[in-house]
Nanobody, 119 residues
Framework: QVRLVEFGGGLVQPGGSLRLSCFPV????????TAWYRQTPGKQREMVAL???????NYADSVEDRFTISRDDTNNTLDLQMNSLKPEDTAVYYC?????????????WGRGTTVTVSS
């Protein structure tokens, strides 16, 4: 069974940087649309950044020019480079992938990794 593994969260001071990574494990996959979302208590999960199989990207206005999403289809990895972090970026970040494996098309979420921006 395919699942997504995320890592790279942690505590960082305002103005600092973190890099999140995500990849599927359990079976060979072909990636389609991929994205990072985030959620804070009491709020809906929001899209942070998206990158399609064709390489098109889309960012939330709040992270434009600070975050960069990238993917490596050879290794099936999805990254999110986060710079100039602000306290309001504090959230649980979730990896999202649409992929095919063993003839199945799946939409998968990671379990989330916590990012805390605080002095």
């Amino acid at each position: 069974q395919v699942r997504l593994v995320e890592f790279g969260g942690g505590l960082v001071q305002p103005g600092g940087s973190l890099r999140l990574s995500c990849f599927p494990v359990g079976s060979d996959c072909t990636l389609y649309s991929t994205a990072w979302y985030r959620q804070t208590p009491g709020k809906q999960r929001e899209m942070v950044a998206l990158v399609t199989a064709g390489g098109s990207t889309n960012y939330a206005d709040s992270v434009e020019d600070r975050f960069t999403i990238s993917r490596d289809d050879t290794n099936n990895t999805l990254d999110l480079q986060m710079n100039s972090l602000k306290p309001e970026d504090t959230a649980v970040y979730y990896c999202y992938m649409e992929l095919t494996t063993r003839g199945q098309f799946l939409k998968l979420w990671g379990r989330g990794t916590t990012v805390t921006v605080s002095s």
